[in-house]
């Protein structure tokens, strides 16, 4: 077996220069969560003596060997792997996927499964717009990035046209630039006005018209009316009891009612009215100035949400006053929002909707109830923030009619906004725990909010989502990001990537939901609604897997033997298979292998069985998974990102290898024999 290398400790495994571009060094600072709100920690010495995990040996700490969950290196179709860690003498089980898992690697190339193909459709710099240019990384433009596809794309959405057979819509987030590895001549303390401009528009979101091949899963993207650039420019309007509030006006927009742009877009949700709802992230890093802010209230509201330093990385402020909290001191206030966008009409003006609450968000996903009432889940991805669920008032509409559409424009605009309690076990057998959803704010028919958190209005409620959080003492979590309803259970999966805060002085302890000290592997919750109503008020869960090195004895893969599971660390996106399946993408992958996208059944013997599918190149991230009945998808994102190599010197070449720099791209994934993604092998 050959042995990855022993990656030097870094937040989450990734080089320094991401970390300052994604999210501003977010976990390189202390957590701006400062309170220990976990309400039940008195119980988790009892709670964590009973819980399935331990009894898989969950107390113990990490082996600190990789050697047992490494196997051969994959080539480009694929790589064969032996059986991942643990204990030894666990007779096989037949793969309920039908393909070999690809061994963990260090490579510069997309690896998938022999008996797979995989296409690139679709890089950084490739024109979306008609009369874009072609890609020229020397000669970049503001005005032609703004005609392209941008940077490091996230999430992705592939929504069928049904008035087209075979034509789809492909639907990208572009979540962050990192100018020193975009822009030749780049000076990170000084960038003209041109390279501002271009990383503003290498920002937000792309659609783009694609054709299918009805023989294998490969896409070709059309030049078509439909096709779309958003930028960090593109006019958005403010919905919900927050717009109009004080709390968002500025100089250019005293009514508070228009914003320019979307920033940090991370992960989203395709809803069943077909619109597409993209997340606002780490979006602290873009606003300089807040050390100087004055006034305390304003102050702390600030610093809750990472906003306390001077100037900001990208030097924006320097060029747009807006990111100057000095001049502009609202302006931070209209991003952190859940943005719907309708991917069928380029000249619909998207939407952030402030009835879903401003944190970091990493994506919306929504689940339509027995009565019609719509939940959306959502994540706040940052060590000790909190996992949210919004309830519609509205029921929503199946048709596609003006009348029905219209109703369904309304769904997130009308209803509660509630936060997460986890508590400890529950009395065995059953799940680990409960919880319960505790109400926030309730946003009205006529644009107006109902607060349920003591001292504050509404609007400040939606503004300062975290504080109100605080005030009602959710449950701290270890970086909850993906969080999405199963489409035919309705079980709820949480991608809880990790939190190396966990038990430090002064912070959070374990407790049943978070139950490691310094976790950098992370853990995949399961939450049921009582009475599978997403309506419900309260819950149970459990933790499906408990992320690491199969070896280690702090890891749990639902109870699977573990000698039979690919290792897997920083769950960060999760999508379902068209068989119920789930499916998970990973972003800084502490054990020293690239990241990657596995597969993980979630019902009978083989539950918890995690293997890896592929694994993305050197430097890069996995991250907006689809998976359909014969395609599967994903984004490549930041490859090439090391404090090691640079635009001049990269370390990654890929896609389009020789000489060139790295590109973020799309990939599609498939059977070279045209069946099913997942075919399970005979026994």
Known sequence: MRLLPLAVHRPHGRPAISCRYRCNDACSRPAPNPTDTTPFREVAAAALSRRRVLQAGLVAGISGTLAAACGTGGGTGGGAAGPAGGAAGTAPMPSPFGFVAVAPNTDDAVRVPEGFDQQVVIRWGDPVLPGAPAFDPNAQTAAAQAQQFGFNNDFLALLDDPASPGRALLVANHEYSTEPLMIPGYNPDAPTPEQVAIGMAAHGMSVVAVQRDGGSGRLTPAMDPVNRRITASTPMTLTGPAAGDALVRTSADPEGRTVLGTLNNCAGGVTPWRTVLTGEENIDQYFAGGEAVADPAAKAALARYGMDGGATDRKWEGVDPRFDLTREPHEPNR??????????????????????????????????????????????????????????????????????????????????????????????????????????????????????????????????????????????????????????????????????????????????????????????????????????????????????????????????????????????????????????????????????????????????????????????????????????LVSVQHPGESDEGSLANPISHWPDGGTSIARPAVVAIWRADGGPLVAPESA
């Open 335 to 632: 991003f952190g929002w859940i943005v719907e966008v309708d991917p069928f009409d380029p000249a619909s003006t998207p939407r952030k909707h402030t009835a879903l609450g401003r944190f970091k968000h990493e994506g919306a996903n929504v689940r339509v109830g027995p009565t019609g009432t719509v939940a959306v889940y959502m994540g706040d991805d940052e060590r000790f923030e909190y996992l949210y669920k919004f309830v519609s008032s509205r029921t929503h509409r199946a048709g596609d009619a003006p009348a029905d559409r219209a109703s369904n424009a309304r769904l997130l605009d009308e209803g509660t906004l509630f936060v997460a309690r986890f508590s400890g076990d529950a009395p065995t057998p059953g799940p680990d725990g409960g919880g319960e959803w505790l109400p926030l704010v309730e946003s009205l028919a006529d644009g107006t909010g109902r607060s349920f958190v003591p001292g504050m209005t509404a609007a400040q409620v939606l503004v300062h989502t975290r504080m109100a959080a605080d005030t009602v003492a959710a449950t701290p979590m270890d970086r909850p990001e993906d969080v999405q309803p199963h489409p035919t259970t309705g079980r709820v999966y949480a991608a809880l990537t990790n939190n190396d805060e966990r038990g430090t002085p002064g912070k959070p302890g374990v407790d049943a939901v978070n139950p490691r000290a310094d976790n950098t592997n992370g853990q995949v919750l399961e939450l049921t609604e009582t009475g599978d109503d997403p309506a419900a008020r309260t819950f149970g869960w459990s933790l499906l897997l408990v992320c690491g090195d199969p070896a280690a004895a702090d890891t749990y893969f639902g109870g699977f033997p573990k000698d039979q599971v690919s290792p897997i660390s920083c769950p960060d996106n999760v999508a379902f298979d068209a068989v119920g399946n789930l499916w998970i993408a990973t972003d800084g992958n502490a054990l020293g292998s690239n990241d990657g996208l596995f597969a993980v059944p979630l019902e009978g013997p083989q539950r918890g069985r995690v293997q890896q599918f592929l694994t993305v190149p050197r430097g890069a991230e996995t991250c907006g998974p689809v998976v359909e009945e014969r395609m599967a």
